[in-house]
């Protein structure tokens, strides 16, 4: 069974307006990790949040993070056409040597 | 300074043959690891080098896989024979530490079709 399960799938909004996709996970985590990959390219760092936090921002992004309920959200706000991509959380447990545990990811449309 | 960079960036192979699939690590980051995502499905781990070492290779899917770290510079994952199950998204990625806290790094990936 997987560590990551995001919700939903597949989002399609309109530019301007907020997306928000969701990470559920299985066991106890070190830290949570999200990522962006756009059409055909790599997996681009978006932001961490150790267990011990609650809320982090960067610039649009917000992540929250309830290890009670084992699960993060990731928030992007005023979303743009340039946002279209596919979103993955990813978990980093303790004494696994730093290896991530992807979820199946959310595919997010932003239309202009 | 230059990223993770990875060759090639597609690979279109025949079921049975052989195909190496090569990493390059940013300079001095001694961790390196590889992901796969097969088509629809999430990103899973390979295996990780620390240098030339195997640290963890949990994920390694059977023994027609081989990674390779000589050096422990660039590293090499050979399929042989490749299956038609092999197709996917290939990814490399690096980090300066192995611990947890530490942010690792992707290459853009090769993209392996075995037909």
């Known amino acids: 069974s997987q560590q990551g399960e995001e919700d939903p799938q597949a989002l399609s909004i309109q530019e301007g307006e907020n997306a928000t996709m969701n990470c559920s996970y299985k066991?106890?985590?070190?830290?949570l990790q999200w990522y962006r990959q756009n059409s055909g390219r790599g997996l681009v760092h978006l932001i961490l949040?150790?267990?011990?936090?609650r809320e982090k921002h960067s610039g649009r992004l917000r992540v929250t993070l309830d290890t009670s309920k084992k699960s993060s959200s990731l928030l992007i706000t005023a979303s743009r056409a340039a946002d279209t991509a596919s979103y993955f959380c990813?978990?980093?447990?303790?004494?696994?040597?730093?290896?991530?545990?992807f979820g199946q990811g959310t595919e997010l449309s932003v239309k202009p | 300074e230059a990223g993770v960079t990875q060759f090639p960036s597609h690979s279109v192979i025949e079921k049975g043959q052989t195909v190496t699939l090569r990493c390059d690590p940013i300079?001095?980051?001694?961790?390196l690891y590889w992901y796969r995502r097969v088509m629809g499905k999430e990103i899973k781990f390979l295996l990780h080098?620390?240098?030339?070492?195997?640290?963890?290779e949990s994920g390694m899917p059977n023994n027609r896989f081989l990674a390779e770290r000589t050096g422990g510079t660039y590293s090499t994952l050979k399929v042989q024979p490749a299956e038609l199950e092999d197709s996917g998204v290939y990814f490399c990625?690096?980090?300066?530490?192995?611990?947890?806290?530490?942010?690792?790094?992707f290459g853009p990936g090769t993209r392996l079709t075995v037909t």
């Open positions: 990625a690096s980090s300066q530490g192995w611990q947890v806290r530490n942010e690792q790094y």
């Open positions: 080098f620390v240098k030339e070492s195997k640290q963890d």
């Open positions: 949040i150790r267990s011990n936090e």
């Open positions: 990813a978990t980093a447990l303790y004494n696994q040597g730093g290896k991530l545990i």
């Open positions: 066991t106890s985590i070190n830290n």
């Open positions: 300079s001095g980051h001694d961790n």
